[in-house]
């Protein structure tokens, strides 16, 4: 097992600057981070896996011992091939607790030897996530402040409504 190596899994639907402060956090904590888009079938994405992860390796440039990668089966199956022993994920509020909880005890049910470590959202990103992006963007708001700076432009552009603005 790779000791000092961790993944970073998640929809990164898009990219936020809640999702680069933790792959910065972990960045210095872990040897070497793997940022990886998983495909979730149940979750309808927005922008294609391509464009998520062409943004996370613009976005993650900055740390070289940070990866970006892509993977259409399950994490554990992802992890064991990157023979990592630790899965990453971030916890905003209560309401992340459940799920959270949820898809660790599963993980751990189908690889024991896992774990999954988890990262306290900063307080000054706490209230943001993917969805909120979509969601703002898609009305032709600002999104500056909820994306890094590398992509915003471009995540505004594609978000935008046609024809207006
Ligand atoms: P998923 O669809 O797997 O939940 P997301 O891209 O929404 O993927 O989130 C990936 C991980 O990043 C999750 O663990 C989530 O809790 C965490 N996360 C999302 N937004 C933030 C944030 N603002 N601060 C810290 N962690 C976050």
Not at 109 to 135: C, D, G, K, N, W
Not at 149 to 157: F, G, K, L, R, S
Request: glycine share 8%; aromatic share 8%.
């Amino acid at each position: 097992m790779r000791k000092g190596l961790c993944v970073y899994p998640g929809s990164f639907d898009p990219v936020t600057v809640g999702h680069a402060d933790l792959i910065g956090r972990a960045s210095k904590l872990f040897d070497s981070v793997i940022v990886v888009v998983l495909h979730n079938p149940s979750k309808r994405g927005c922008f294609t896996v391509e464009e998520r992860v062409n943004m996370l390796m613009e976005v993650c440039s900055r740390w070289p011992n940070v990866k970006t990668d892509r993977y259409d089966g399950l994490l554990v199956e992802y992890v064991k091939k990157q023979d990592a022993g630790v899965v990453l994920r971030g916890l905003r509020a209560m309401t992340d607790i459940s799920g959270e909880y949820q898809m660790a005890q599963v993980n751990r049910h189908m690889a024991p030897e896992t774990e999954t470590l988890f990262l306290m959202a900063a307080v000054q990103y706490a209230h943001i996530s993917s969805s909120i992006v979509r969601e703002v963007g898609g009305f032709g708001g600002d999104i500056s402040a909820f994306v890094p700076a590398a992509i915003a432009q471009q995540v505004y552009e594609r978000l935008r409504p046609r024809g207006r603005l």
